[in-house]
């Protein structure tokens, strides 16, 4: 493994390279935006959530910070700060993990997986389980709602977006070994 | 303080069989001295403002013992000072402090009690009210007649550290056969040498082997099965071992084994084990249950030092690379004993003579000793040991100070497990590497001579003239001063010790930061330690700072200060702050010491550049954290409401009051501020601020009751009840298993009842709280729980009804998406429109108070409230409450802390920095340690060498930079690159990008020069005296591997 300064540097480049979309605010390393789209085949496919990332001094060996910044309707991510409850970025990461790891497998995994026995959103878990259909519906409402290209353009007044080179595709990897599993 | 880097954990030593009599003689002994009323004094209660950080170590039962002790020290040498020093610091009721010969200047660089004015003076004496200034608390006095046996009888433990052996197997004969036994500790440090032995009697009680609390796991599933097999949940691995004894309780279905009988594990794995019991007729397992272990106690029988000398069993070891070093040492101790005996005083350094003498006096008494005979003697060491052996070195007393201080803490307690019995230690490698000549060893009447005689007067001026900068003035810092003004680094106007910390004195600080007084509290530590440490040596050029050490502070820490600088001493408590310094080392090149202590737990790190790796190379894995959803709504243990009680108090009293200050500062603004926002997260703020400035606005007294209250309601009934109603006790997930499975436990709500303590005491601090962040005045009877109890039952509380919003199927809003998610910005907007009306209703200029959590005052009802907020949740979720003091460990995160880890800390570290200043030592010199007194655990190794790193013909490690010349433009950087076959992709200075290949917009910058993209992206000004700017590239090779480059400096100017 390379040095831990030079892992923000390279796990930005490859999610880049990878075709995720980043926003950077003043070119700053610590915190940034990366657009992400549902799942094919999920009941979240068609929506796109602008997920903020957060990467702290202790990075790699601290997992980054990952918070959804428009709605999503899912049992295990808080409906107002956006906060996921996920063990793989949480309890159980290791510095071997990056930031493609999470686009990839680990968030694609959460919303294909939901986890209700662990909830953060209550309301979302205890929907699931008693009513399948009531439940998709609403995830479906939700992305349809907020979930849209529209509502995760930058504002005006963030300063250089960068628009090039990334137009998102291809979330079906299923070929890494690593699954996420909502924290316990 | 986490002494980071632990290796991998080493078994304690369990080498004495087991005996489960718990009345051993250490616990007899106290028993019969409380009957006789021995102890006239009334129990003393615990300062536990003062000894916060020791009672997280020790708990109140340990502290108790050591309360009612009375310990003696013979020999004021700087063994006895530091031993006296620390045992005064841990509040021992007594200290006695013997001697009976009178102070040299050769004493002076071992005792820091002691100044020029103390010679001719018994030393005893002469230490006696330095020692008592330490603690008020203990009784301190000075023996100053030739010791007999009777002066013994009235001590539950007795030092020594300048004893011959005659004297000492007649004294250890006297305490073993005692009734109850007297513990025995002899302890001497002989310049680079040191030897402990402890008999704590022929059955001494060690009450707990390891400090560590017992490990307890949440249960899975319990098979019938002969022997029965325990799967428990994976969210924590267990740390079970094989022949542990555990108990069971909460298990439902197989009820037998709730019966509270200890079962012996087999087979410990992660997440399961097996425990001796045949559980085939047993109920069936059904759900829940909880395993904890059970400490037992140990009976230890110690052999008299007569009859262990002639076999010493098993030494303790401490480097592995000495592993054939304990006998030599023994046989080494005892014949400067003899040689002592013959000559009436140590060999002299550097003396052909008594070397001769005393290999001769060696090799007789090895020639004697039958069965452990050593096949040769390694003459070099012997002649080392003979010619440092008068000199008490500061360094050695420091460590030997730290591990005889907490063995007598053992000895009044059964806290940990005492050294059983013999330890040996040496620090050869702290020699300079060249020849020492003996005129070079030669006292010359002044402070150093004990140490000149050792490492001779070449390395004392080297050490005099050092650069030195200690960064903390906390208990590593205290200790190290006084350490360095002994030694005397940076004691001559050539050199300078800077040290700097920008914390203030408290009162919790005082039971190990020796250097400060009750009078120093509030003063800043930095300049209070430089004060006392320049009384400890006068020719200390000490700078005292008060700046943080962090990239603020680098205009007072700029590179001149840095180049000029020999050495830097960590003495700091959080990993940040170390991360901070390894790199600022890293860059200018400058040998680091690292040191860190948890409890009875140090580690101690060397970072010398080029030889070693720097201390980020290697981490501990960040500390974790209890999932977000476990804290929320499913906690399964304390640590996890207490988590919860931090940030409800945190929202409640600091964070909502600040956004309310900044609404009613600037309302416009903060209007604006929301709007842009427009999410969730800017709703749920505003709704704060509004139920504070309108429903829950407090003006009265009363008020706040009612609120408190209303908020006991909201907490621990309706959030429970809608929970329940959420997800009730029968719920299955969509696969049909139970929600309600572990870990999670299932709640019930609490029902308020005035006539219960714990739900008055939470309505008293809450309500008092909730008063101060208002304004409010506190009326005398706030504090008068039945008057309380008047107030709160006239309350009027509405009903709870559970809110239906999850059986959406058949409401109507559902389709349109009801409550939850109406349009955010149009809440907002209403919420601040109302914001305004309620505004209008405050009287002028009005502001809130917000509180800042505060652990250490124990009159403010911040941990009131909060160890109230966490209990009442474990009680809705029946999980065991703890007391104030448990809360406040765990909540106000405090790190435990005792005075003799400290010290042994810094005594290691000095050690090592005999090798940093004489310079020229190879890494296989060096050493980093880790040490648990608790065990007591030992582990020296070699630092590891730091990573080399290779690219065509070029190698480097981490400690190497490129250098760039010229003014460069991005496209002639890349193309620098280019020319060593490698492909710059990303070019970062700090924490800001300057180039990124992926990025189209970054093209525009090829044609500008690196310093000026620096300057506009990363706001980066490079000082006029500085040429250089540094920065951080990744790049790769031809075959697109990537290759980790050092920095790159480039000379623009």
């Known amino acids: ?184 | 303080m986490l002494p980071s880097k632990r290796p991998s954990d080493a078994a304690a030593g369990d080498e004495n069989g087991r005996g489960g009599d718990a009345r051993g003689p250490g616990s007899g002994r106290r028993r019969a001295r409380a009957a006789a009323g021995a102890v006239t004094a009334a129990p003393q209660e615990i300062d536990e403002d003062l000894h916060s950080r020791q009672l997280a170590v020790y708990g109140r039962e340990t502290m108790r013992r050591l309360f009612a002790s009375d310990v003696l020290v013979s020999g004021l040498n700087g063994l006895g000072a530091e031993i006296a020093k620390n045992l005064a610091l841990a509040g021992v009721k007594s200290v006695t402090i013997h001697d009976v010969k009178t102070v040299k200047m050769w004493d002076l660089s071992g005792n820091f009690f002691l100044s020029e004015d103390d010679i001719g003076k018994n030393r005893a004496a002469a230490c006696v009210a330095k020692l008592q200034e330490l603690n008020n608390a203990v009784l301190i006095s000075a023996l100053t007649e030739e010791l007999t046996t009777e002066h013994l009888s009235k001590f539950q433990a007795v030092v020594f550290t300048d004893i011959d052996l005659d004297k000492a197997y007649e004294f250890d004969d006297y305490c073993h056969n005692h009734q109850p036994p007297i513990s025995f500790i002899k302890s001497e440090v002989c310049g680079l040498f040191g030897s402990v032995f402890c008999d704590f009697g022929p059955k001494f009680t060690v009450l707990d082997v390891d400090g560590e609390d017992p490990h307890t796991g949440i249960i899975a599933s319990i098979s019938n099965d002969n022997p029965a097999l325990i799967s428990c949940v994976d969210d924590e691995r267990l740390e079970f071992q094989d022949g542990d004894l555990v108990v069971f309780s909460e298990v439902h279905g197989m009820t037998e084994l709730n019966d509270g009988k200890p079962r012996k594990v087999k087979n410990a794995r992660p997440f399961s084990f097996s425990i001796e019991e045949d559980t085939s007729n047993f109920g069936i397992y059904v759900k829940g249950g909880i395993v904890t272990q059970v400490k037992e106690p140990k009976v230890l029988c110690f052999k008299a030092l007569r009859d262990a000398m002639t076999d010493p069993g098993e030494v303790l070891l401490s480097d592995f690379s000495k592993f054939e070093r304990p006998p030599v040492l023994h046989l080494a101790f005892q014949a400067l004993d003899k040689f002592k005996k013959d000559h009436g005083r140590c060999p002299a350094a550097g003396c052909e003579e008594d070397a001769h003498s005393f290999l001769k006096i060696a090799a007789a008494i090895n020639e004697a000793s039958a069965d452990r005979k050593l096949d040769t003697i390694d003459e070099k060491l012997f002649r080392q040991f003979a010619s440092g052996s008068r000199a008490v070195l500061n360094p050695m007393a420091a460590m030997f100070g730290g591990i005889v201080g907490q063995e007598v803490v053992k000895a009044c307690s059964g806290k940990f497990h005492p050294l059983n019995q013999f330890f040996y230690f040496d620090s050869v490698e702290s020699l300079p590497t060249y020849p020492l000549e003996p005129q070079d060893l030669k006292p010359s009447n002044n402070r150093y001579d004990a140490q000149v005689s050792v490492f001779g007067s070449k390395l004392q001026k080297k050490m005099e003239e050092a650069n030195t900068f200690v960064v903390g003035s906390g208990a590593l810092g205290c200790e190290f001063l006084k350490n360095l003004a002994l030694m005397g680094v940076s004691c001559s106007s050539k050199g300078k010790l800077t040290i700097t910390d920008d914390d203030i004195i408290e009162k919790s600080n005082l039971s190990r930061q020796f250097l400060f007084r009750d009078w120093n509290i509030g003063q800043a530590k930095s300049t209070v330690a430089a004060t006392a440490a320049s009384a400890i040596n006068p020719s200390l050029h000490i700078d005292a700072l008060q700046n943080r050490a962090c990239p603020d502070t680098e205009n007072v820490f700029h590179d001149t200060f840095w180049e000029g600088l020999d050495v830097v001493i960590n003495a700091l408590d959080n990993v940040n702050a170390r991360m901070y310094m390894d790199m600022r080392c890293l860059y200018f090149q400058k040998p680091l010491l690292e040191s860190g202590t948890l409890g009875a737990k140090c580690n101690i790190q060397m970072v010398i550049p080029h030889l070693t790796e720097n201390y980020g190379a290697s981490r501990d894995p960040p500390e974790k954290q209890a999932p977000m959803c476990t804290v929320h709504s499913f906690p399964h243990n304390i640590d996890h409401c207490l988590t919860w009680a931090r940030s409800e108090f945190e929202g409640l009293l600091e964070k909502t009051p600040n956004e309310v200050n900044s609404f009613l500062s600037n309302p416009a603004q903060y209007a604006a501020a929301m709007r842009k926002a427009g999410d969730a997260q800017a709703r749920e703020l505003l709704e704060r601020v509004s139920e504070c400035l309108n429903k829950d606005r407090c003006s009265t007294f009363d008020d706040c009751i009612s609120w408190a209250r209303l908020k006991f309601e909201d907490y621990f009934s309706n959030r429970v009840k809608q929970l329940t109603f959420t997800f009730p006790e029968d719920a299955a997930t969509s696969m049909g298993a139970p929600f309600w499975s572990a870990p999670k436990r299932f709640p019930r709500a609490l029902q308020f009842s005035a006539a219960d303590q714990s739900h008055l005491n939470f309505i008293m601090s809450a309500s008092i709280l909730r008063a101060e962040s208002f304004g409010v005045a506190i009326p005398e009877w706030a504090k008068d729980t039945s008057k309380l109890a008047d107030v709160v039952n006239k309350i009027a509380v509405p009903t709870f009804e559970p809110k239906q919003g999850v059986n959406i199927v058949t409401d109507e809003k559902a389709s349109n998406l009801s409550s939850t998610s109406v349009d955010d910005v149009a809440v907002i907007e209403d919420l601040l429109a109302k914001l305004q009306e309620y505004a209008k209703m405050l009287l002028p200029g009005f502001q809130m108070k917000p509180i800042q959590f505060e652990k250490d005052d124990d009159t403010n009802f911040h941990m009131d409230l909060i160890s109230g907020l966490a209990n009442m949740r474990a009680r809705n979720y029946s999980i065991p409450e703890v007391d104030k003091l448990k809360a406040k460990f765990i909540a106000g995160r405090i790190i435990p802390a005792i005075a003799t880890s400290t010290a042994m800390a810094t005594g290691l570290v000095c050690l090592e920095l005999y090798k940093v200043i004489a310079g020229e030592h190879p890494v296989e010199d060096y050493r980093n340690t880790f040490a648990n007194l608790a065990l007591p655990l030992f582990s020296m190794a070699e630092p590891v060498p730091p990573k080399v790193m290779k690219h065509k013909e070029t190698s480097w490690t981490v400690w190497d930079r490129w250098s760039v010349q010229g003014n460069l433009t991005l496209a002639e950087l890349l193309q620098w690159f280019a020319d060593k076959g490698l492909t710059a992709y990303s070019i970062s200075c700090g924490t800001s990008l300057l180039y990124n290949n992926m990025f189209a917009r970054h093209k525009d910058r090829l044609t500008k020069k690196v310093v000026d993209i620096a300057r506009e992206v990363a706001k980066v000004d490079v000082p006029e005296y500085r040429r250089h700017l540094d920065i951080g590239v990744a790049c790769e090779d031809e075959d697109e591997n990537d290759v980790d480059i050092p920095l790159v400096s480039v000379y623009f100017r």
């Open chain 1, 1 to 184: 493994m390379s040095s831990p300064s030079k892992r923000r540097e390279m796990d930005l480049m490859k999610l880049m390279m990878s075709d995720y979309k980043v926003d950077m605010i003043n070119d700053g390393m610590h915190e940034f935006f990366v657009h992400f789209h549902g799942p094919k085949d999920s009941i979240y496919q068609g929506g796109v959530w602008k997920v903020r990332v957060e990467l702290t001094e202790a990075y790699p060996y601290k997992s980054p910070s990952i918070g959804f910044t428009n709605k999503i309707y899912h049992p295990n991510v808080d409906e107002m700060s956006g906060s996921v409850c996920l063990d793989v970025i949480n309890q159980t990461w290791s510095p071997m993990f990056d930031l493609v790891n999470i686009f990839e497998v680990f968030l694609p995994q959460l919303l294909l997986y939901p986890n209700p026995s662990d909830p953060l959103n209550g309301e979302a878990a205890s929907l699931m389980m008693r009513d399948k259909n009531a439940y998709e519906n609403k995830v479906k409402e939700y992305c349809e709602r907020y979930a849209k290209p529209e509502d995760i353009s930058p504002e005006e007044e963030e300063e250089e977006s960068d628009e090039e080179l990334s137009d998102a595709e291809g979330y079906d990897s299923g070929d890494e070994a690593i699954m996420g599993h909502a924290d316990p």
